[in-house]
């Protein structure tokens, strides 16, 4: 499990982050939800300690970073080693813009790429449509495109975590159940989620727990009945404002 405690972050003086306590637990999805600028994508990247929060301490399966004591940057993104505790897909989604998607997804897996994961790329490929643009290079593809390589090269490092910042904001609703359905294998198999979506139908059908983060606090979070139900003035208000338009 993934505890995050007390986690705060700030960038000069003004703090993004304020006192955030979560856990991220192996084969659960939790769907983090709120409104633009409060804080959502910070906390990714301080869980998967790619950022180093101000404050706060991070424990990955027992082993513990307290910060601000770890000075130095704790991991890189992604390394060429064939294998990943958290994969991470972000919105800018890192693609290497000289290399093929093929090579995007295949580079990270290192020098021996065994037979069971061609075959399961192979699966990967034609589950999402990605035949015609394999072998192109990233700028030459549509943003939703881009969305499915930066995936699929997280999740061919069989990480045990998964983290994936507005994954769905390119892909058409038949993509999105695809991938709904892959998510749900994937938790099956024992991996830990996490999500950020604006897609709140989506964060409704797929998630196990919701956590509402606004102004850099958590304020509610529970099971999906917090989106009908919500205990919080904060989280009423929010879902008050797009009622309608997103959530049924």
């Excluded at 929010?238 to 997103?246: M, P």
Aim: with cysteine; aromatic share 8%; proline share 4%.
């Amino acid at each position: 499990m993934i505890t995050g405690k007390n986690i705060s972050k700030k960038y000069e003086k003004v703090y993004v982050l304020q006192g955030v306590n979560i856990d991220i637990e192996p084969g659960q999805i939790t769907v983090l939800i709120g409104p633009s600028g409060s804080g959502k994508t910070t906390l990714l990247k301080s869980l998967s300690l790619i950022e180093n929060p101000s404050s706060g301490s991070i424990s990955f399966d027992g082993d513990t970073f307290i910060f601000p004591k770890v000075k130095e940057k704790v991991r890189r993104q992604f390394s060429f080693s064939g294998t990943q505790t958290v994969g991470v897909v972000f919105q800018n989604l890192d693609l290497i813009p000289h290399w093929t998607n093929r090579q995007n997804i295949l580079k990270p897996l290192g020098e021996k790429i065994s037979t069971e994961d061609l075959s399961e790329l192979n699966t990967l490929y034609e589950m999402f449509n990605m035949e015609a643009f394999i072998d192109k290079l990233p700028h030459q593809c549509s943003k939703g495109e881009q969305q499915r390589v930066a995936f699929i090269r997280a999740v061919m490092l069989k990480p045990k975590y998964l983290f994936l910042d507005e994954i769905t904001s390119a892909l058409d609703p038949e993509l999105i159940a695809t991938l709904f359905k892959y998510l749900i294998s994937l938790k099956k198999r024992g991996t830990g989620i996490l999500i950020i979506t604006h897609f709140l139908l989506f964060a409704q059908n797929v998630a196990d727990r919701i956590v509402f983060l606004k102004n850099g606090r958590i304020h509610e979070e529970g099971d999906k009945q917090i989106m009908s139900v919500p205990k919080t003035k904060e989280l009423e208000i929010f879902l008050n404002s797009i009622k309608g338009i997103i959530i049924k």
